[in-house]
């Protein structure tokens, strides 16, 4: 046992100083090498390889699609973490001086290993929300595994462990100006073009970027001598039918030679890139918008989520019943 923690020391020790429960780890791995994995004595699974089972959907209850993406982008945090700073993350380490670190870690630039590319990318820094979420991640991994029986770390119940969330203005368009939008002329570039038409899509329908680049032919229909969208939500898994005015019946038309009558989808990346391009060129450059920077202009402050802001206020402006 000696020879087997001192190896596991110096092996540890080029990752940084080894925590107790990491040498702990090597030491229950010799002893438990030939008991069988059906034995109630067996090594408990670590908390990436409880994470693994989020993902899978094989711990807790049925998930959208985009939980199970916001667990991977979980995991994704951690692991770059614990290279970064040589903190090695399990059960027993989730205590204060993580939470510290890892914020600490979440909220500044950083260099790290895409993992698409294997190169190095400099990562900007979460907003405080983003920050809160990660933790909020970690919390539910580690009541999962209280529940489970992997661990009695309850450090991570108190509230010096969570992160206070910040109040967002979001900007607002009014309908004169997105049907202003909708007339500038971006003949000059088909890429603006079409991003244009899908921002004034979801000004005028509310849905997110990711269930209007999932739209299909049969989700457009025609009711009483109206055109519906009759869409099931990706988050929330819930039907919604919502009216077409005058504006997405053109956009319809103009793209009626593709599958679901809109401009091809394309990354939330480059969306929001071109996004800001199309909203300066239109003259959305007016300082003060959003509220809380009056240096800010609405096209600096417009994403792809945006279109859902000026719909939903538009609709209650209109005295739009908001149990619909």
Known sequence: LRAVCV???NKEMAKGIPTRQALKEHLDGYMYQNVKKDDKTRKDPGLFDLIDRFISGET???KTAGTYKTYQTAKKHLLDFQEATKYQVSFPTVNLEFKY???NYLS???TEISRRTGKKVTVPGLSTNSIAKEIKNVRTFMNMAVELGYTTNLV???KKFGVKTEETDAVYLNEREIRALYKHNFSHSKRLEAVRDLFVFSCFVGLRHGDASSIKAENIVKMDGEYFLKVTMEKTQKPVVIPCNDVVLNIFKKYEANPNWLPPAISNQKYNK????VCREAGLTEAGRPASDLKKTPYESIRSHTG???????CYLARMDSRL
């Open 7 to 9: 190896a596991a020391y």
């Open 156 to 158: 991570f119940k108190s």
């Open 274 to 277: 071109y996004l800001r391009e």
């Open 108 to 110: 500044k630039p950083h």
């Open 308 to 314: 859902r802001t000026p719909f939903a206020t538009n």
């Open 60 to 62: 807790g209850d049925q």
């Open 101 to 103: 670190a890892y914020v």
